[in-house]
């Protein structure tokens, strides 16, 4: 039986800012986002209707259940079909769960494309793009891969030219990060930072340079002052040298980016042991796009 084959990398966040709470309780960002070669892998085949059906390795890594984002974008589609064609889905995880490098929406923007082909939908880009949005916050990021400018709740995605090339080093400091609670601190102690130009002139095109000294990560204090597991790492990071040392999203992983992979072996030589890192190069759009594939 034929099947629909699709691979999704993750995510960093270079720069992000929270601008306020926004009246339907979510928060208003502005945030740099950047594909990464870490990747997981969504097989689909066709099964009778009404059946779907979520396998995923390693086993127990994430559940297959209900609430899956692979089985929720699977029903968003029925719901815009009206219809219910089935499905036998195999998710192969590699990017780490709960870390900030965006795998779960990641796999929902694999699920709407792979699916898409599979059903022979044929759903217009903007159709796709709602029902992303409707999913999570960065699922819309996944539809355009490589780098990008994302506005409102994230899910606003304007892709930009592929200006920035490196190879990230992604650490995983062995603590689990609720978003949740980094959100709540950030309510309660307020103080909203202003836009920087520099910023904002390097999304426009009118800055020649990537000011990497500016970009920031709002979250990144409320995180570390919580986690001190997350801090000790970052610092390790920052100690490396490389051209950024960040928290990515909320957490609870934390990058450094540098210009070639030497960079990133050698600061990976220098980090003490028992930790669980990924070397991964930042992705032009051409190579983070999703393209579905049949076997």
Same mark, same amino acid.
């Given at each position: 039986?034929?099947?629909?084959? /699709? ?14 709470? @926004? ?27 009404? /059946? ?39 998710? @192969? ?6 870390a900030g490098l965006g795998g ?98 390097? #999304? ?5 340079? /990537?000011?990497?000294?500016?970009l920031r990560n709002d979250l ?33 992983? /934390? ?9 990133? @072996? ?12 990924? #070397?991964?190069?930042?992705?032009? @759009? ?10």
């Amino acid at each position: 039986m034929s099947g629909v084959r /699709v691979r999704v990398p993750a995510k960093i966040n270079l720069h992000l800012e929270v601008l306020g709470r @926004r009246p339907d309780g979510f928060h208003e960002l502005r945030t740099l986002f950047a594909s990464i070669g870490l990747w997981d892998e969504l097989e689909v085949r066709a099964a009778d209707e009404g /059946v779907l059906d979520l396998e995923v390795e390693p086993a127990g890594c994430v559940t297959g259940d209900e609430d899956n984002l692979v089985m929720l974008a699977a029903r968003a589609l029925w719901r815009e079909l009206g219809r219910e064609p089935g499905a036998r889905m195999r998710l @192969r995880k590699a990017i780490p769960v709960g870390a900030g490098l965006g795998g779960g929406s990641a796999d929902a923007a694999a699920a709407l494309v792979a699916l898409d082909q599979l059903w022979r939908l044929r759903l217009e880009r903007p159709a796709l793009h709602r029902l992303a949005a409707r999913l999570g916050s960065d699922v819309p990021f996944f539809l355009f891969g490589g780098l990008a400018w994302g506005v409102g709740r994230g899910d606003e995605v304007y892709p930009l030219p592929d200006r920035i090339r490196g190879v990230a080093l992604v650490a995983m400091p062995g603590v689990s990060v609720s978003t949740r609670l980094v959100y709540e601190s950030l309510d309660r102690q307020g103080g909203w930072h202003p836009h920087d130009p520099k910023v904002y002139s390097f #999304i426009a095109g009118t800055a020649p340079a /990537v000011p990497w000294r500016a970009l920031r990560n709002d979250l990144q204090r409320y995180v570390v002052g919580t986690w001190p597991e997350v801090g000790l790492l970052l610092k390790e990071l920052e100690r490396c040298g490389g051209l950024r040392a960040a928290v990515t999203g909320s957490g609870s992983a /934390v990058f450094a980016l540098f210009a070639d992979e030497e960079g990133a @072996r050698e600061a990976l030589s220098r980090l003490t042991g028992g930790r669980r890192v990924f #070397i991964a190069p930042v992705l032009p @759009r051409s190579s983070a796009r999703l393209e579905p594939q049949r076997f």
